[in-house]
């Protein structure tokens, strides 16, 4: 069955990036058929869907429009994985953060990871 | 505050049905064909309910029922259980390719 594993720091200072991997088995990140997302969820915030990543004879992002300024999701099909980094983090940003596949739905989720950003 | 608007908490006996609502704009639910429900319980990642406005996933139970109406997607538990206890998220694609989330339903099984 499809897997999603996240690793990371889970403390950032702010003003500096974020950045999380999520690695993938039982599919492919270059796969078709397959989209990857990065989600978060806080009690200020909520649910928020940040942005994915996903290839069809090439590769395509698309950002939520909250974070678009400060966000790259890149794939790396070598390790079948992709990576979120949140540049100039400030406290609005602690969260747990998932890795998900899909593209509007999100059928399979990562473990979650509680990201705080502190000094 | 979410873009999606839920009712903080339901609750329901067991046995019951529970109907939970989730409004959006004309610009989200209302024009979107890609609205989703997820099911989270404490310390756990949200468990795909709905897909495609009324779809199931594979095992989940037909207990879980949706639908929507104009700019209001609603889902219903019918023959409610206690690990039905939980709360339950809507979201719906927005924009074009943006995804949105309501701010949760709290549901209590009595």
């Known amino acids: 069955q499809v897997q999603l594993q996240q690793s990371g720091p889970r403390l950032v200072k702010p003003s500096q990036t974020l950045s999380l991997t999520c690695a993938i088995s039982g599919d492919s990140v270059s796969s078709n058929s397959a989209v990857w997302s990065w989600i978060r969820q806080s009690p200020s915030r909520g649910l928020e869907w940040l942005g994915r990543t996903h290839y069809s004879s090439t590769w395509s992002n698309e950002y939520a429009f909250s974070v678009r300024s400060r966000i790259t999701i890149n794939p790396d099909a070598s390790r079948n994985q992709f990576s979120l980094q949140l540049t100039s983090v400030t406290s609005e940003d602690t969260a747990v953060y998932y890795c998900g596949r899909g593209w509007a739905a999100f059928d399979i989720w990562g473990q979650g990871t509680t990201v705080t950003v502190s000094s | 505050q979410s873009a999606l608007t839920q009712p903080p908490s339901a609750s329901g006996s067991p046995g019951q049905s529970v109907t939970i609502p989730c409004t959006g704009t004309?610009?989200?639910?209302?024009?979107?064909?890609?609205v989703s429900w997820y099911q989270q319980h404490p310390g756990r990642a949200p468990k795909l309910l709905i897909y495609g406005v009324t779809e199931r996933p594979s095992g989940v139970p037909d207990r879980f029922s949706a639908s929507k109406s104009g700019n209001t997607a609603s889902l219903t538990v019918s023959g409610l259980q206690a690990e039905d206890e939980a709360d339950y998220y809507c979201?719906?694609?927005?924009?074009?390719?943006?995804?949105?989330f309501g701010g949760g339903t709290k549901l209590t099984v009595l």
């Open positions: 004309s610009s989200d639910v209302g024009s979107s064909k890609y």
């Open positions: 979201s719906s694609l927005s924009g074009g390719d943006n995804v949105v």
